[in-house]
């Protein structure tokens, strides 16, 4: 019949599923995580032989994600699938979007200061508004979350 909230623990699924209400406490986990996930990227892109586990970093994101909204719909629903598909999924693929572009940057970065001897981007600056831009999506998709009374699962 498949999983349902009755049989969560029988699938040893509750330790992914978030029932704090805490907006704050939701807010810094999802951006202490997001923007882990920019610094192991940063460190991918530091050299060209491990450039792959960058690559691996974002392709395991994009899983997660996607694993995210299926546990979602299995376990709540319609209104795991109404609030997957309409606050979870868009703000985590863009946050994806947003790490995958920050990654190919400073793989650029990287790819100038080798050629050229020289890179005119500093990486400090692309992280911090990278990061700002990280704080803006995890704060509204925290703030949509707590205004909808949402049941989450896997901080990602």
């Not at 299926?70 to 709540?76: A, G, H, M, Q, W």
């Not at 985590?92 to 990287?110: E, H």
């Amino acid at each position: 019949c498949g999983i349902t909230t009755a049989t969560l623990k029988d699938f040893n699924l509750q330790i992914y599923t978030c029932e704090d209400g805490s907006f704050f406490g939701n807010f810094f986990s999802r951006f202490i995580s997001c923007f882990r996930n920019i610094l192991l990227l940063f460190l991918c892109s530091l050299a060209i032989f491990i450039t792959p586990v960058g690559h691996v970093l974002v392709a395991y994101r994009c899983y997660l994600v996607g694993f995210n909204t299926t546990l979602l719909i299995t376990l709540f629903g319609i209104s795991g699938a109404i609030s997957g598909i309409i606050i979870i999924l868009p703000c985590q693929l863009v946050i994806t979007a947003i790490c995958t572009v920050y990654f190919v940057l400073m793989c650029n970065r990287r790819s100038q200061k080798k050629k050229f001897g020289r890179c005119d981007l500093p990486f400090l600056k692309p992280t911090l508004l990278f990061a700002l831009l990280l704080l803006v999506i995890c704060l509204a998709e925290t703030l949509l979350l707590t205004l909808f009374s949402v049941n989450t699962i896997l901080v990602l």
